[in-house]
């Protein structure tokens, strides 16, 4: 290569869709890693979970709500994609940076790693290594932010330098030096190359084709990003522990209950299509939480410590929980932030131990008035104490649906508290119980704004019709569930267009803790038609009208349903 033509390739810069791409292939490959590197060290390291539990941690009430809203059990999924997103579009603009001020693009790679680094640190569920994959992931697309910049200057940036020749000129090639000077150097009919480094370049029929050098630098960005997303998958697919754990959740046989639940009564389930079965399948239970990765506890190493203000502090481990008489009941869980008319709500048989036993051990001081109960993954629910030491099912479950509990729903121990929603109550992968006083410790959510003690609200639901399923003109039915758990229900109303209001037929419940399905026959007519349902519970206390977004204790309302017969 000519003096002239090293010139020109000093002074052109790449186009800023090469840094770009540049950029994101480098984080790309650097998550990729980063995620693999934390199946390998510390599960709930990654740099995704991290950023995402921290952006949980950090989200306002009505964040979470509107999340949950808009995507309801699939706002992690949402979270992700969402970090995924911003992370694509940062990572494009730290190519381009680096692309233009060398080295600077690369700095913030390895200072956002090195953040992230600090901060799953900073997690509840840390461990030794929980630093490193994030620091890894931060170098790694540092290095190929650099290297990748570097070869689009040299390939694309080059060839977009060089001129382009018409053929009525072939035989002339022109160099463009820094200076704005022109050279020219007559070449042979052969002479249609102009080599730069190692790619050539044709000079000749009306196009200077740069092709090689571009290609080059896309399969270089192409195998980084693959290789990233690759890691990612292998980091799937490798999850050791995950692996052990469900082996050793296959491997398990539940002691058979000493207190076995009430049968389900027959007529309990109405057997109307599209209605909630009375017992909700494991698989179709709601799941409501903060932690993005699932975690995964072996029982073998569980243990649970009750102290605080207790006179004995207790700690209790699986083969000793297991070896208690254990009890069975149906209870239905909700979540807080289940709008009138939702889905988050669910009844399963649990097999556990009465905390109120446990408690007994511990011998609680006078002047205490709540329960703390801690995660392994660092959430926290406050639980009145006189709720977990009254006559009702609250329990340290280990089974559901007759089965171990699936990991999503708290293997291997979760609490279920009847009477109150799961933000106060149903505490996941517990740990702890801290006795202590509402007036001296908070937990996760009542931080964030939500009320401490949380008692369930009497709700109604329907469920048939379908919103949307084009009925038809006839006589159907309109049925749906009601609840207030530990208080029951008495009847539910069914209204349709504003008319009188008209007892609904219950069907037989479970318990004062379950949930209840009710229906009652409707002529439907043509044209649209809106229809609304109360409960009232064995108090004689009624559905409030007034209508309240779930925050700061729950929500209340009738339900509207909207119908069109045609």
């Given at each position: 290569?000519?003096?002239?033509?090293?010139?020109?390739?000093?002074?052109?810069?790449?186009?800023?869709?090469?840094?770009?791409?540049?950029?994101?292939?480098?984080?790309?490959?650097?998550?990729?890693?980063?995620?693999?590197?934390?199946?390998?060290?510390a599960?709930?390291?990654?740099?995704?979970?991290?950023?995402?539990?921290?952006?949980?941690?950090?989200?306002?009430?009505?964040?979470?709500?509107?999340?949950?809203?808009?995507?309801?059990?699939?706002?992690?999924i949402?979270?992700?994609?969402?970090?995924?997103?911003?992370?694509?579009?940062?990572?494009?603009?730290?190519?381009?940076?680096e692309?233009?001020?060398?080295?600077?693009?690369?700095?913030?790679?390895?200072?956002?790693?090195?953040?992230?680094?600090?901060?799953?640190?900073?997690?509840?569920?840390?461990?030794?290594l929980?630093?490193?994959?994030?620091?890894?992931?931060?170098?790694?697309?540092?290095?190929?932010?650099?290297?990748?910049?570097?070869?689009?200057?040299?390939?694309?940036?080059?060839?977009?330098?060089?001129?382009?020749?018409?053929?009525?000129?072939?035989?002339?090639?022109?160099?463009?030096?820094?200076?704005?000077?022109?050279?020219?150097?007559?070449?042979?009919?052969?002479?249609?190359?102009?080599?730069?480094?190692?790619?050539?370049?044709?000079?000749?029929?009306?196009?200077?084709?740069?092709?090689?050098?571009?290609?080059?630098?896309?399969?270089?960005?192409g195998?980084?990003?693959?290789?990233?997303?690759?890691?990612?998958?292998?980091?799937?697919?490798?999850?050791?522990?995950?692996?052990?754990?469900?082996?050793?959740?296959?491997?398990?046989?539940?002691?058979?209950?000493?207190?076995?639940?009430?049968?389900?009564?027959?007529?309990?389930?109405?057997?109307?299509?599209?209605?909630?079965p009375?017992?909700?399948?494991?698989?179709?239970?709601?799941?409501?939480?903060?932690?993005?990765?699932?975690?995964?506890?072996?029982?073998?190493?569980?243990?649970?410590?009750?102290?605080?203000?207790?006179?004995?502090?207790?700690?209790?481990?699986?083969?000793?929980?297991?070896?208690?008489?254990?009890?069975?009941?149906?209870?239905?869980?909700?979540?807080v932030?289940?709008?009138?008319?939702?889905?988050?709500?669910?009844?399963?048989?649990?097999?556990?131990?009465?905390?109120?036993?446990?408690?007994?051990?511990?011998?609680?001081?006078?002047?205490?008035?709540?329960?703390?109960?801690?995660?392994?993954?660092?959430?926290?629910?406050?639980?009145?104490?006189?709720?977990?030491?009254?006559?009702?099912?609250?329990?340290?479950?280990?089974?559901?649906?007759?089965?171990?509990l699936?990991?999503?729903h708290?293997?291997?121990?979760?609490?279920?508290?009847?009477?109150?929603?799961?933000?106060?109550?149903?505490?996941?992968w517990?740990t702890?119980?801290?006795?202590?006083?509402?007036?001296?410790?908070?937990?996760y959510?009542?931080?964030?704004?939500?009320?401490?003690?949380?008692?369930?609200?009497?709700?109604?639901?329907?469920?048939?019709?379908?919103?949307?399923?084009?009925?038809?003109?006839?006589?159907?039915?309109?049925?749906?569930?009601?609840?207030?758990?530990?208080?029951?229900?008495?009847?539910?109303?069914?209204?349709?267009?504003?008319?009188?209001?008209?007892?609904?037929?219950?069907?037989?419940?479970?318990?004062?803790?379950?949930?209840?399905?009710?229906?009652?026959?409707?002529?439907?007519?043509?044209?649209?038609?809106?229809?609304?349902?109360?409960?009232?519970?064995?108090?004689?206390?009624?559905?409030?009208?007034?209508?309240?977004?779930?925050?700061?204790?729950?929500?209340?309302?009738?339900?509207?349903?909207?119908?069109?017969?045609?």
């Amino acid at each position: 290569m000519t003096r002239e033509a090293e010139a020109t390739v000093r002074g052109v810069r790449a186009p800023a869709w090469a840094g770009m791409l540049g950029g994101v292939a480098a984080v790309v490959l650097g998550a990729g890693i980063g995620e693999l590197l934390a199946v390998l060290v510390a599960p709930a390291s990654g740099p995704f979970t991290v950023v995402g539990g921290v952006l949980i941690d950090l989200a306002p009430a009505w964040a979470k709500n509107t999340a949950i809203a808009l995507f309801g059990t699939n706002d992690k999924i949402a979270l992700l994609a969402g970090i995924a997103i911003v992370m694509l579009a940062a990572a494009g603009a730290v190519g381009v940076l680096e692309l233009r001020r060398p080295w600077f693009g690369a700095a913030v790679c390895a200072a956002l790693g090195a953040g992230v680094a600090v901060l799953a640190m900073t997690r509840a569920d840390a461990t030794g290594l929980s630093w490193l994959p994030s620091l890894a992931a931060g170098t790694v697309a540092a290095v190929a932010v650099r290297m990748l910049t570097q070869l689009a200057r040299r390939a694309v940036g080059t060839d977009a330098a060089l001129p382009v020749v018409p053929s009525s000129e072939v035989g002339r090639v022109h160099a463009v030096t820094g200076t704005g000077t022109t050279t020219s150097q007559k070449t042979t009919s052969s002479d249609r190359h102009a080599v730069h480094g190692s790619d050539d370049v044709v000079i000749g029929d009306d196009v200077a084709r740069p092709e090689p050098s571009r290609r080059l630098f896309l399969a270089w960005t192409g195998a980084a990003a693959a290789a990233g997303i690759v890691a990612a998958i292998a980091g799937t697919a490798l999850q050791a522990g995950s692996r052990a754990v469900e082996a050793a959740r296959k491997a398990l046989r539940l002691p058979s209950p000493a207190v076995s639940a009430a049968s389900v009564p027959a007529g309990a389930e109405l057997g109307i299509p599209g209605l909630a079965p009375v017992v909700t399948a494991n698989d179709r239970f709601y799941r409501i939480d903060t932690a993005l990765v699932v975690p995964q506890i072996d029982p073998a190493d569980w243990s649970l410590r009750i102290h605080g203000l207790v006179e004995q502090e207790v700690v209790l481990t699986w083969d000793e929980l297991l070896a208690l008489p254990l009890e069975e009941s149906y209870t239905t869980l909700a979540c807080v932030s289940n709008p009138v008319g939702g889905d988050l709500i669910g009844n399963a048989k649990w097999l556990g131990y009465p905390v109120r036993e446990l408690l007994a051990r511990a011998r609680p001081s006078a002047d205490a008035d709540m329960v703390l109960s801690r995660s392994i993954d660092g959430f926290s629910a406050s639980t009145p104490l006189e709720v977990l030491t009254d006559d009702r099912n609250a329990i340290l479950a280990v089974g559901m649906n007759d089965e171990p509990l699936p990991p999503e729903h708290g293997f291997p121990v979760r609490m279920v508290v009847p009477g109150l929603y799961g933000y106060v109550s149903a505490t996941k992968w517990i740990t702890e119980l801290e006795v202590t006083r509402f007036a001296d410790a908070t937990a996760y959510w009542t931080d964030r704004g939500w009320s401490a003690k949380g008692p369930i609200k009497v709700q109604s639901r329907i469920d048939v019709p379908l919103r949307n399923q084009g009925l038809s003109p006839g006589d159907t039915v309109i049925a749906g569930v009601a609840w207030q758990q530990h208080v029951g229900i008495s009847k539910v109303e069914v209204q349709v267009d504003g008319g009188q209001w008209r007892e609904a037929t219950l069907a037989s419940a479970i318990s004062d803790d379950t949930w209840v399905q009710w229906s009652i026959p409707w002529t439907a007519e043509p044209g649209s038609h809106a229809i609304r349902c109360r409960a009232t519970n064995a108090l004689g206390e009624t559905q409030t009208e007034t209508d309240a977004w779930p925050m700061p204790d729950g929500a209340t309302g009738w339900q509207q349903l909207d119908i069109d017969v045609a």
